[in-house]
């Protein structure tokens, strides 16, 4: 049985981080072990929440992982809460060298930086990014990464540009999510080979939607599925999940409600 160390913050309401890609990975028959790098009572995308920043206590949390000779065929990154945590995320990374390295570089969406995260911070992602075998940054995060100013509407011309700066840091394979794109919403994969997978757009944006996605494709990419297998698929997933919570009027704070459709990945 495939394991994935998910290193992620723990937030307790607003399905994001750890609390989406647990149940995601267990659904699709793989083990997930997290590693916190935070624990809040709520992601920030709410006006008010506790913050619990888990930085000391990481390395020997991760230390005793060695001390038991535990090895992981995927390490996923995500939300990161101080600066020191990328340092020890990324020497986790070095010292993992037959992991798949997944790195959803989490800082910001829609333009804006996330509450947590500190200039230094984006900067220091560029280097976990530049490890990683795939990367899942949305337009803001990509943006940040390639040093171009964001906007609402990308040409397909300037995403792959900033795709190629994406690559220029290191990584294989870059999966750029939530392009708008004629009426439809688009994930770029730009890798050995190029492809777009479109999907219709739902106008409500919930959050942890790159989380969700980002779970889905590590899940996928576990059970040995091509980049394109795994991104189209992951695509569908959110689709289906995000109209349903629209039917049924969740809230975009409180994420999408996924849990229904667990029971169908295949
Ligand atoms: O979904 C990204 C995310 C993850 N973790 C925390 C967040 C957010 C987005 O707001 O606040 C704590």
Redesign the pocket.
């Given at each position: 049985m495939k394991k994935v160390a998910a290193i992620?913050?723990l937030?307790g309401f607003?399905r994001?981080?750890i609390t989406?890609a647990l149940p995601v990975l267990s659904a699709h028959g793989v083990q997930c072990c997290p590693v916190p790098t935070?624990i809040?009572s709520?992601?920030?995308?709410f006006g008010t929440?506790f913050?619990d920043d888990y930085s000391d206590k990481m390395t020997p949390y991760i230390e005793n992982w060695k001390k038991l000779g535990l090895e992981f065929d995927c390490i996923y990154t995500?939300?990161l809460?101080s600066e020191k945590q990328i340092d020890i995320v990324e020497n986790f990374i070095k010292q993992s060298e037959d992991s798949t390295i997944l790195v959803d570089p989490?800082m910001g969406?829609g333009g804006k930086i996330?509450?947590?995260y500190t200039p230094v911070m984006c900067e220091k992602m560029k280097r976990l990014v530049s490890l990683a075998e795939v990367v899942t940054p949305n337009t803001t995060e990509a943006a940040i990464l390639a040093g171009v100013e964001y906007k609402e509407n990308f040409t397909d011309e300037e995403i792959w540009c900033i795709a190629e700066k994406i690559h220029e840091l290191g990584a294989k394979n870059v999966v750029i999510t939530g392009v708008h794109r004629n009426g439809r919403i688009a994930n770029f994969v730009s890798g050995p080979e190029r492809f777009v997978a479109e999907s219709e757009e739902i106008y409500v944006h919930y959050?942890?939607?790159?989380?969700l996605f980002a779970s889905m494709l590590c899940g996928y990419l576990m059970n040995d599925l091509t980049l394109e297998e795994a991104v189209k698929k992951s695509a569908a997933f959110v689709y289906k999940t995000t109209k349903y919570s629209l039917e049924i009027g969740e809230k975009k704070e409180n994420?999408v409600a996924f849990e229904k459709f667990l029971k169908e990945i295949e």
């Open positions: 992620n913050d937030s607003g994001c981080s989406v935070a809040l709520n992601h920030t995308g929440y913050f995500g939300f809460g989490v969406d996330y509450s947590t959050m942890g939607t790159g989380d994420g």
